[in-house]
């Protein structure tokens, strides 16, 4: 089956310096690929969608500058946490689609990130 | 806009019996998936089950079925003889095909199976 790597899958970081967590689409080419944020028992929220070759489209309320998402080719996407304090600690999650149809999606194992 | 509604924050299940989990959607839209999704301990989100909404049978994987009711906008997961390993967190997810791209997820049911 298919599979996306996510990368790293956990990081410690002191307050005020940058993250960068990789998505990569290990055997098919992603399009698109979304990114999501996960509160400790809480459900998943999308954060913004990428396009490969193309800006990200950001949900609102979440944060262009300080979340700063590259798609630079069909099966990488990065995610930065620019800035990083302490409230921006969570579990991030990509998920890559392999054509249009939504059942070609597919998620990565998941990056914690802890910011002291 | 469309949302998810899970009912129950928490389920629990005796191993080998059967367990039903409640999922209500809202939408105005006629075509779109439902899906049913476990995150174990590990945090890896594993699709368990989909129905494309303009199917009228109930879709199957093994253990797991759904009764979907379009009418009434539900979409139920039920798991026979249940596993120690089913144990987890599940979401349920919707997402219509023809709008915006995202799946939109519930807040989740965490199940417990007791030996």
């Not at chain 1, 970081?13 to 290990?26: D, N």
């Not at chain 2, 959607?25 to 089950?49: A, G």
């Not at chain 2, 303009?54 to 249940?82: G, H, P, W």
Request: with cysteine; charged share 20%; aromatic share 12%.
């Amino acid at each position: 089956g298919a599979v996306v790597s996510q990368h790293p899958s956990w990081v410690i970081c002191k307050s005020g310096t940058s993250v960068k967590i990789e998505c990569r689409s290990l055997d098919f080419q992603a399009t698109t690929m979304f990114w999501y944020r996960q509160f400790p028992k809480q459900s998943l929220m999308l954060m913004a969608t990428s396009n490969e070759g193309s800006k990200a489209t950001y949900e609102q309320g979440v944060e262009k500058d300080k979340f700063l998402i590259n798609h630079a080719s069909l099966t990488l996407s990065t995610l930065t946490v620019t800035s990083a304090h302490p409230e921006d600690s969570s579990f991030y999650i990509c998920s890559a689609r392999a054509g249009t149809r939504v059942e070609k999606l597919f998620f990565g194992s998941g990056t914690q990130l802890s910011v002291l | 806009a469309q949302t998810v509604t899970q009912s129950q924050p928490e389920m629990s299940v005796q191993e080998a019996e059967t367990v039903t989990l409640s999922c209500t959607y809202d939408t105005s839209e006629s075509d779109y998936y439902l899906f049913w999704y476990k995150q174990p301990p590990s945090r890896q989100m594993i699709l368990v089950i989909r129905q494309e909404a303009y199917k009228q049978q109930n879709a199957t994987e093994n253990r797991f079925s759904v009764n979907f009711q379009k009418a009434a906008k539900s979409f139920s997961l039920k798991i026979s003889d249940s596993q120690l390993g089913d144990a987890a967190m599940y979401f349920c997810a919707y997402h219509f095909q023809g709008g915006s791209e995202k799946l939109v997820f519930g807040k989740g049911t965490k199940l417990t199976v007791n030996p």
